[in-house]
């Protein structure tokens, strides 16, 4: 009886030890009333075939930070959400220099509304594929090693989230493909590296557009095979995302990191920057190093950053370039002396599309800078076209990608190519392809020769310069446009543009201002952009995510 009883305590002692089960609080839901919905959608784009993903398991992504999160309150995360909610980079630097917040509470808060809005059917907006499993740990070391002096201005400590095509340890990056999905293991890539030096924390990684959007022909933005369908805070499933940084700006737009990385080739940083009400900068290609992320052109893509506000948008840059010898367009970045950051509109010059000022909240932006001084010159651009724009893509993408592949990737990824992409897809196209695989087929169609793609690249630039000339002519110093309008021209041209928050349409939708200027501009835009923001202030919360 004894020996029972002995028995009976020890078993009962080595059950005790174990580690409760954490509880689930994602929960896969029936979607067939929402997706039946959905195909009254006036988009046919947005005729959605499913909005979870199909691969990943929620409760996992989270199960590194759950002992945290178990300690952290909804009377605490209550309590903190004035101080971090909607509030820039300076003024939380600033609550955690007089003591009213930390680096660990800043990382615990955002990590528990992710789970918050992600664990809801209602509000979910698939943004998030990955977590920093170590993320808390070294937001209590950058506690501990705070620099002594008041700087705001810097991205020290700072939650960030990547788009899931740039390579970061410890973490997969995907980009959104299952063909990636083994991709576990790989070095930082270039910007991570210059941010994780600058102190910054990489929260984790978001959803985008599979193969940043140059995959399927017409098949919804924000839609990956990993991260399932990413939806817009200001209206799930009634406006698109825009792409492809698609959960880039939705988990911006939502306050669920103090800012983003998104890349873009041709819209794919401005285009869910305005879809989003954030500010989107897209960089003079060269200026932020495209190491270590997944490409589509090595000709036009560019990193850049996603904020909140102009000035999150100013430290962010400024935190990730740096000459990178690996990255053949990368150059050793000189400031310009374009003025004070605080700089209003007063004599600046801005060429206007005639055409766009019938639109009536991009022409009461205007009207409102003209009313400050701002000069307005009516312009009209030449009638120039991009011929082979999609030749370029297909033909950087056919040699870009395999070159990422075999220099960049885990060595359990077995893909090493195009083909091997597509040969992939077909073995299970309802999991892997369910828009199909067009734009990857037409790139192994393709055979256009290197020389005849440098004839192509002449004349795109060439062209879109032309398109620009205005710039030079007229003496401006940017053309205002509406969201991504431009995107295609100013990135053949390797011209920078960002793109701020103007306001909403009545049923809604965000829309915003776009500055283009000269290439290596970027200061004189974020100069004009804070301006811009100042003047109007137009960006609020989506309803709901308060």
Sequence with gaps: MKRILIVLLFV?????????????????????AELNKQQDHQNPRMKFKLFQSKYLDMNQVFKSVEQDLANFSEEEYNTLKP????????????????????????????????????????????????????????ARERDLNKPNNKNYD???????????????AGMPTTAGALALADNKNTEDAFIVKRLKEEGAL???KVNLSEWAYYFCSGCPLGYSAVGGQSLNPYGRGKFETGGSSASSGTAVAA??????????????????SSQNSVVGLKPTIGLLSRTGIVPISSTLDTPGPMTKSVIDNWIFINAMYGYDKSDPKSY??????????????????????????????????VNKMKEAGAEIVEITPPQVGLPG?????????????????????????????????????????????????QLFEGIVADSTTVEQLQEIKKTLMANARQYFEALGKENLDAILSINNYHSAFSAVAEYPNITVPMGYKESGEPVSMTFIAKPKEEAKLLILGNAFEKLTKHRKLPEGYE
């Design 12 to 32: 009962t002692f080595i059950y005790g030890c174990q580690e409760k089960e954490a509880p689930k609080f994602f929960k896969k839901y029936d979607e067939s």
């Design 389 to 437: 724009f999609l030749t370029l893509l297909n033909i950087d993408m056919k040699h870009d990608l395999p070159e990422y592949l075999k220099n960049y990737t885990d060595n359990n990824v077995k893909v090493r190519s195009v083909q091997d992409v597509i040969d992939f897809n077909l073995q299970d196209t309802i999991l892997r392809a369910p828009y199909g695989q």
């Design 154 to 168: 810097k991205i020290y400590g700072m939650p960030i989230l990547l788009k899931d095509n740039i390579n970061t």
């Design 83 to 138: 101080l971090i909610v909607e509030q820039n980079i300076p003024s939380i630097q600033k609550s955690i220099r007089e003591g009213q917040l930390t680096y660990e509470k800043l990382t615990l808060f955002y990590l528990y509304r992710i789970r918050k809005f992600e664990s809801d059917s209602t509000k979910s907006l698939n943004a998030i594929i990955a977590i920093n499993p170590n993320v808390v740990n070294e």
């Design 202 to 204: 990489i929260l984790g």
């Design 332 to 365: 050793v970045h000189v400031d310009k002396n374009y003025g004070n950051f605080n700089d209003g509109v007063k004599g600046k010059r801005f060429g206007v599309l005639k055409a766009y000022l019938q639109d009536s909240v991009f022409n009461a932006n």
């Design 255 to 272: 306050n669920y990191a103090v800012a983003a990385v998104g890349t873009e080739t041709a819209g794919s940083i401005t285009s869910p």
